[in-house]
């Protein structure tokens, strides 16, 4: 049995302490907003918070979240960070299929909670790690800088 924190509340798993937390999220948990991409840590599809960094949920055994903090997609908005992100995602209609989607808001709200103001070349670093297969990155990057409240150079 393992024991962790999401979304500011204890959760049980009868699981191996091996078994990527992806899963436990997905599968024991019932939350489904943390997508399975690559299962190799490449994509971002998975990526969720461990107190407060991203982190890629696929590589990362259960064991390693005791005592901290997981946040998912499901809880993002409950942030001011959170809701201004998914506010611009809305706005600028940065989705187009989707599926990368949580992992990309994930990493865009790790990057403001960490820079609050960042220019182009800090969002491409902090988003080099989340495929997008349908090239919305030019909206992504403008979602950012909305967020922000900046402009894009």
């Known amino acids: 049995m393992v024991t962790l924190t999401v979304n500011g509340t204890a959760r049980s798993a009868d699981v191996d302490a091996a078994t990527p937390l992806l899963w436990v999220l ?3 948990l019932q939350m489904t907003g943390t997508k399975f991409g690559c ?7 998975c990526t969720v918070h461990l107190d407060g960094k991203p982190v890629r949920s696929c590589s990362t055994p259960v064991s390693a979240v005791a005592g901290r903090k997981v946040t998912t997609i499901e809880a993002i908005g409950q942030s001011a960070t959170g809701r201004k992100v998914q506010a611009a995602w809305k706005d600028i209609d940065v ?3 989707g599926y990368c989607q949580s992992g990309q808001i994930m990493a865009a709200v790790a990057l403001l909670e960490e820079k609050g103001k960042p220019t182009d070349a800090d969002i491409d670093a902090a988003m080099s790690g989340n495929i997008c297969r349908c090239g919305t990155y030019p909206r992504i990057r403008a979602a950012i800088h909305q967020a922000a409240g900046t402009k894009g150079a």
């Open 39 to 45: 299962g190799m840590a490449l994509c971002g599809a």
């Open 95 to 97: 989705p187009q299929c």
């Open 26 to 28: 997905r599968e024991n």
